[in-house]
């Protein structure tokens, strides 16, 4: 790359509390405590940053970023220096006081997370009982400020049968957009994927029934498709490339090229409590590790696929493959494509196989 553009989005993890203990989470298993999250005064300054290098869109995830009681400022703040503002929430905590705050600080979109579509499956894997019923509330509060509501439902082994509810319930809340996404396995997702993985029956008669709702719904509600990784022939453009189009940052103000990268050994991530985000994106060694087209094996280096998935993900190269700068295993390319059918063998048997316990997520030491 001889230019380099900024990033399109700056992700931020504000925190990792979360009232909910989704087993499917991709946080990572050491998170961040509280006492060592950025202060309302350093996401501020990030925001300044953000702006000044270009960065349009800032998302704000967690852990539940409500859960951070300086939230509307934060967002106030970023409304103010033109960035466009998304929310990825539970909902569990969006009160109608907190939705007016939201409001008026100028939040542009709100990405509503659902556990399910069945109550009690719902609180179950969110481990919080009450919270789907609480996130229908939210969904309401959504559409009444006249915000675009988008509705994302994480699938997996456990609850992909109910997939066709899970597509009524977004359309009966008005979704203009639903999100159905197979769970990614790292973090805790990765930990629980014997629990998780769905068998390719499963699958494919999920494709199936969202091709169909998709074909329903059109013109009126747009369908995202997640597909999981593991039964896929090419690989994903993880974060649209390595260092290309987001900054990640942790609750503890460690930027990362993905959410994922700390996994990654030999690589050392600047915090903006001492860089700056325009020199974290323009000489930060870690992002520049696997960005572009440079660094590639082969037979990424060769492929007229290279731009596109930018040689897939790095963290599911170093996490199946055991090498991060290697073929993402998932391209049937790859030399090691044959891992991903032994682990489907392995954790992603018939559904009439009983599914190993799972583990929830817990944020230790709070
Ligand atoms: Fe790190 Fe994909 S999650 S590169």
Redesign the pocket.
């Known amino acids: 790359m001889s230019t380099l553009a900024p990033p399109m989005g700056l992700i931020a993890e504000l925190t990792h509390r979360c009232p909910l203990q989704c087993a499917y989470c991709a946080n990572p298993l050491e998170m961040v405590a509280p006492r060592a999250e950025l202060s309302t005064a350093d996401w501020l300054r990030v925001i300044d940053e953000a702006a000044e290098i270009g960065i349009l869109q800032l998302h704000l995830t967690g852990g539940e970023p409500m859960a951070r009681p300086d939230l509307a400022q934060i967002v106030a703040h970023a409304a103010a220096r033109g960035l466009y503002t998304n929310l990825i929430t539970s909902g569990v905590l969006l009160s109608d006081a907190a939705m007016a705050e939201l409001l008026a600080a100028g939040i542009d979109h709100i990405q509503l997370s659902f556990q399910g579509a069945a109550e009690d499956a719902a609180d179950r894997m969110g481990g919080y009982k009450g919270g789907h019923a609480r996130k229908l509330e939210a969904a309401r509060r959504i559409r009444e400020a006249g915000l675009t509501l988008t509705t994302n439902f994480v699938i997996h082994r456990q609850n992909i049968a109910d997939l066709p509810a899970m597509i009524a319930l977004g359309e009966a809340l008005g979704s203009d957009r639903i999100e159905i996404a197979h769970t990614q396995y790292?973090g805790w997702a990765l930990k629980n994927r014997a629990a998780l993985l769905p068998g390719r029956a499963q699958l494919d008669e999920a494709t199936a029934q969202v091709a169909a709702a998709r074909e329903r719904l059109l013109g009126r509600i747009v369908i995202d498709y997640v597909v999981p990784d593991y039964y896929a022939e090419r690989p994903k453009a993880?974060?649209g490339g390595?260092g290309h189009r987001f900054i990640h940052l942790l609750p503890s103000g460690v930027a990362l090229?993905?959410?994922?990268?700390q996994t990654i050994p030999g690589l050392a991530f600047a915090s903006v409590r001492d860089t700056s985000l325009v020199d974290i994106w323009r000489s930060d060694p870690a992002f520049a590790r696997?960005r572009g087209t440079d660094w590639m094996p082969e037979p990424c280096r060769g492929c007229d696929q290279r731009e596109l998935d930018w040689g897939g993900?790095?963290?599911?190269a170093l996490a199946l493959a055991g090498d991060a700068a290697g073929v993402d295993p998932v391209c049937h390319k790859a030399p090691d494509h044959a891992i991903m059918a032994e682990l489907i063998a392995a954790d992603g048997p018939c559904a009439d196989v009983p599914a190993p316990p799972l583990v929830p997520r817990r944020l230790a030491g709070v």
């Open positions: 790292y993880c974060m390595w090229p993905c959410h994922a990268a696997f993900c790095r963290c599911q």
